[in-house]
C-alpha cells in the first residue's frame, strides 16, 4: 500500500495523474487530503479527510508514503513525512515547482524527492547539503503533460466566444498566488500600468482558490475584496468576468499573461505565451524569505523564459515590447526549457516505486 499525503492544489494536481498510473499497474493506493487539497478535490475523487496522523498510519498500514510539498504545511509533508520515517517507512517528496520544498523546515529528510528540472535538483542539494545526488529525481511534473499536443489557437478563439470579448483587444490574464504578499503591489501597478498604455485591453483575474473556496477564512475574504477593489481603479480598457471558463481555460485563451509566481506562469511558457512577471524589491525580499534563502527570483526570468518588470514604467514598456512581437528571445528560452513529452507522470511513478518494497 502506498499512502499519498495532499494539501495544496497545485501539489495535489502534480500527484493525482501519477496516482491513476500506480493504480492501472495494481499498485493498491489510499490518498490522504487536507487543507485546500481536500476542499478542491473532494467530489472527483475519494479521500481520507484530515485526522490524526498516527492514527493514520495506523488505519493505512502503508509501506511507503508519498508527500507533496505545500506552501503552508500542516500534517503534510513534514509530520508525515517524520512520523513515517519513525516507523522506518520511506518517503518520498513530490515538488511540484523550484523550491517549494523550502517552505518547510525539515526534521528529517525524505528518501527520495522528484523535481521538475536540474535547475531544481540543484536547489534541493544546495538546501540540504549532502543530500545524496541519486536521490534526486528529476521527472518533470505530470500537470504539465497536458500541454503535449494542445493547439492554443482555438482556445483563444474559445475564450473570446463564450466571454463574449468582441473588441480586437489583447487579453491579459492576471493569475493570483497563495501568499498575501506582493499581490496587492503587483496587481495595483498593472491596472496603473494599463490606464497608462495607448490602447486598452481585456484584463482577466483570477484569484488562487485559497481566497474563494466557501472555506476560506474572514481574513482571505478581506484581501479578496482589497483585490476586487484594486481593480475597479482600471479606466482603459475592461476587467472581463471569466467564470463560465476553467482557470487553465483562461490560460491558454489569453494573450499575454502577468503574474508574480503563480505556476500559472509557468503553464504559459509550455503554451508559448508571452510572459511577464511583476518583481519589485519588496517582492523579491518576500520571496527569499519564503524560500528560507533559495532564491530572490522566480526562474522564468532566470531562464530567459519571460520579460520582468520592477516598476509601472517597466510594466508599460514590457506590454509594448510584447504588442510589438518582441518575443522572439523568450519564445526560444521557453522552448529549451519547457518541454512536455507527456511522460512526466510515469516517471514520478518510477521513480517512486524504487521506494517501494
Known sequence: ????????????????????????????????????????????????????????????????????????????????????????????LVEDIWSSHSASSWDILP?????????????????????????????????????????????????????????????????????VWGMTQAISMLVEALNNFDAPMYLIFRAHPKFTLSSASNECRQIFAEYQEILKKLRIGIIADSNKLTSDEVNAGSDIVVGINSTMTVEACYLRKPVLIIWTPEISKSFLEATHGTLAEWPLTNLGASLRAGTIPEIKDCLQKIINGDTTAMLKAQQKHFQADGLSGNRIAKAILRYYK
Open 1 to 92: 500500500m502506498i499512502l499519498f499525503g495532499l494539501r495544496d492544489v497545485g501539489s495535489g494536481n502534480a500527484c493525482l495523474p501519477t496516482v491513476e498510473i500506480l493504480k492501472d499497474k495494481g499498485i493498491p493506493i489510499s490518498i490522504y487530503a487536507e487543507g485546500p487539497a481536500y476542499q478542491r478535490f473532494k467530489d472527483k475523487f475519494l479521500f481520507i479527510a484530515e485526522c490524526n496522523t498516527d492514527d493514520l498510519l495506523d488505519f493505512v498500514r502503508p509501506s511507503l508514503v508519498v508527500a507533496t510539498s505545500a506552501q503552508i504545511g500542516g500534517t503534510v509533508p513534514i509530520n508525515l513525512i517524520n512520523k513515517a520515517k519513525q516507523r522506518n517507512l520511506p518517503a518520498v
Open 111 to 179: 528518501d527520495g524527492v522528484c523535481v521538475v528540472d536540474e535547475f531544481a535538483k540543484n536547489l534541493i542539494l544546495r538546501s540540504w547539503p549532502g543530500y545524496s545526488e541519486s536521490h534526486i529525481h528529476i521527472t518533470g511534473m505530470p500537470v504539465f503533460d497536458k500541454f503535449a499536443n494542445i493547439q492554443t489557437e482555438s482556445t483563444k478563439h474559445k475564450l473570446r466566444e463564450v466571454l463574449g470579448l468582441c473588441e480586437d483587444w489583447p487579453v491579459v490574464f492576471f493569475p493570483g498566488v497563495g501568499q
